[in-house]
């Protein structure tokens, strides 16, 4: 069994990693080799790892050559992040559709077909003056994205379900929600808050909340992610049957719910640490997103979302003591 | 005043140039040069309109030069047909994927910002296991495309809008309904005997029809389709209101309605020479088109649906006749 994850060294890709290896096995074959395709190196805990081989560089370049190496499987992570496509425009068009669209065009050329889990975001979900957002999104909601990010995520949902129908991939898409908390820096999306507002106080340093307290939004642990991801690779194309891209499970939470849940977890100081600075730029991008989502289809499936954002927040934790034990602290925890 | 029309030189394009050569004006400008590009050259009448500029070619080629000619409006109707995109999925990913693609970034590069009118399909609508299609499809049903083609126009609306969120075009998107009663030979589309049934036997020809009399389908003429196009165009933004597409108005008919417009115009002998011969394969790819579409965005903008279907075979006749008149015939009427 042999995989590809692209943005394989990114924070999810290389979670996926760890956990594929772990695991030793997809589908009840052994897995023998992942390749981690992605612009930078994977981090030293993956190279040293003999069933992993880097391939590094842009992935519109390596794409068709990837096509051709006989993979079982592929999960499709890659992307450019929501502001830096707004930034520039063809940066957007370049990693997140020409790049998917050349990865498409290698497998149907190479013939092999392999089964693809391609990773979606509730950013294909937007308001529209014809077409209110309602309040909980669902797998059948209509998207109309509002970014190049979701246009680009949505446009490719419905290739790969076109060149799954030919029979060129077995495609599957999963819609992720918001993934928190993620370690490192802050990273310039209008989401950062997410996961700054709960990883910068517990690291002893002030954050600010440019978002009310009552902002509700669909959110998903990394853990839980990536198990939802692999039970999305693993499912049979039976049990997935349909061409439509289906919703991860989130848990529905408030800015509220989630200091609570900090100050439960972490106590009082760590909540004061963070302060509410309206920003109007952020509050207006955030008004127009989900205020929750459902995910039926994914719980036919067996899949679950994390049962409390304390649990959310004691699994960050938990992961900043394992990398602290290797070296790491809470502060400098990256990729 | 200076347009551009893909497509130009077929069956709906050169309509359209004609209607806009009469009408003179655009959003009361007037008109001063239609280019008509096109894999195939314009009809006579066409070309010697000095107003009229023929360029022949295939549009992905021609598409980037194309976009440095500052032009007003244009209206995109170039397509590969369902099913040449089914037979040949190269076909389709260039003449209906990547032409747009590269008309939209000469647009972008040339810095004009066009309006631009381009026409989707009905086909962007299919069942799926998970979400059954409703009986009525409406501008806010969930489009899931089950052909390459329907695939293809699905990715071209949310691409014109994203193009036209960062302002690089004035894009508006309608869908048009089964185009009805179509000129010409039999050209293998699955939905060609919505036009057979009724031209073959004004023709005095048998016609065979593969679906049962109770098959329900939304079609529209030639005349009020190039109408509804024209009308999206000279919409004010303001009045578009928004970045999905819009159906355009249909009339929902059943064949066994068809049939007796049919009888009612021409009488019970032309109807006496369609005859019912299942065809198994084309009433499978039927049965998974909408029965039937509304179209309240374009009905807020004052669109109309035909009448009756008995007009439509009228404007047909109207039609055939006044190409008689040009030497033509009912039998040998095409482009």
Same mark, same amino acid.
């Given at each position: 069994?042999?995989?590809?994850?692209t943005?394989?060294?990114?924070?999810?890709?290389?979670?996926?990693?760890?956990?594929?290896?772990?695991?030793?096995?997809?589908?009840?074959?052994? =897995?023998?080799?992942i390749?981690?395709?992605?612009?930078?190196?994977?981090?030293?805990? @993956?190279?040293?790892?003999?069933?992993?081989?880097?391939?590094?560089?842009?992935?519109?370049?390596?794409?068709?050559? @990837?096509g051709?190496?006989?993979?079982?499987g592929?999960?499709?992570?890659?992307?450019?992040?929501?502001?830096?496509?707004?930034?520039?425009?063809? @940066?957007?068009?370049?990693?997140?559709?020409?790049?998917?669209?050349?990865?498409?065009?290698?497998?149907?050329?190479?013939?092999?077909?392999?089964?693809?889990?391609?990773s979606s975001?509730?950013?294909v979900?937007?308001?529209?003056?014809?077409?209110?957002?309602?309040?909980?999104?669902?797998?059948?909601?209509?998207?109309?994205p509002?970014?190049?990010?979701?246009?680009?995520?949505?446009?490719?949902?419905? =290739?790969?379900?076109?060149y799954?129908?030919?029979?060129?991939?077995d495609?599957?898409?999963?819609r992720?929600?918001t993934?928190?908390?993620?370690?490192?820096?802050p990273?310039?999306?209008?989401?950062?808050?997410?996961?700054?507002?709960?990883? $910068?106080?517990?690291?002893?340093i002030?954050a600010?909340?440019?978002?009310?307290?009552?902002?509700?939004?669909?959110?998903s642990?990394?853990?839980?992610?990536?198990?939802? @991801?692999i039970?999305?690779?693993?499912?049979?194309r039976?049990?997935?049957?349909s061409?439509?891209?289906?919703?991860?499970?989130?848990?529905?939470?408030?800015?509220?719910?989630?200091?609570?849940?900090?100050?439960?977890?972490?106590?009082?100081?760590?909540?004061?640490?963070?302060?509410? $600075?309206?920003?109007?730029?952020?509050?207006?991008?955030?008004?127009?997103?989900?205020?929750?989502?459902s995910?039926?289809?994914?719980?036919?499936?067996?899949?679950?979302?994390?049962?409390?954002?304390?649990d959310?927040?004691?699994?960050y934790i938990?992961?900043?003591e394992?990398?602290?034990n290797?070296?790491?602290?809470?502060k400098?925890?990256?990729?």
């Amino acid at each position: 069994m042999k995989l590809l994850i692209t943005g394989g060294a990114g924070f999810l890709g290389a979670r996926l990693a760890r956990a594929l290896l772990a695991k030793g096995s997809v589908c009840a074959q052994p =897995l023998h080799k992942i390749v981690l395709a992605d612009q930078v190196r994977p981090s030293a805990d @993956l190279v040293s790892d003999p069933r992993i081989e880097a391939r590094t560089g842009a992935l519109v370049a390596q794409a068709a050559g @990837l096509g051709g190496e006989g993979f079982d499987g592929v999960f499709h992570l890659a992307s450019a992040v929501s502001a830096e496509c707004e930034a520039d425009f063809e @940066l957007g068009l370049r990693s997140n559709l020409d790049s998917t669209r050349a990865l498409l065009d290698g497998f149907r050329l190479a013939g092999n077909a392999p089964r693809l889990v391609f990773s979606s975001s509730i950013a294909v979900y937007g308001p529209d003056p014809a077409v209110p957002l309602p309040p909980i999104v669902t797998d059948t909601t209509l998207p109309l994205p509002q970014t190049s990010y979701g246009t680009h995520k949505l446009v490719c949902e419905h =290739l790969i379900a076109d060149y799954t129908r030919k029979g060129y991939v077995d495609g599957r898409t999963a819609r992720l929600m918001t993934v928190t908390v993620r370690p490192g820096q802050p990273n310039g999306a209008a989401s950062s808050f997410f996961s700054g507002i709960i990883r $910068e106080p517990l690291a002893g340093i002030e954050a600010i909340c440019p978002v009310a307290a009552e902002v509700s939004h669909p959110v998903s642990s990394p853990a839980r992610t990536v198990e939802g @991801l692999i039970a999305i690779y693993e499912a049979s194309r039976d049990a997935f049957n349909s061409r439509s891209a289906m919703n991860l499970p989130g848990l529905n939470v408030t800015v509220r719910d989630m200091l609570a849940a900090l100050e439960q977890v972490a106590g009082k100081a760590a909540c004061a640490r963070v302060r509410f $600075e309206r920003d109007e730029r952020i509050a207006r991008i955030v008004a127009g997103w989900p205020a929750g989502a459902s995910a039926p289809r994914a719980r036919a499936l067996g899949l679950k979302a994390d049962t409390s954002f304390a649990d959310i927040v004691r699994q960050y934790i938990a992961d900043c003591e394992q990398q602290a034990n290797a070296g790491e602290t809470l502060k400098g925890l990256g990729r």
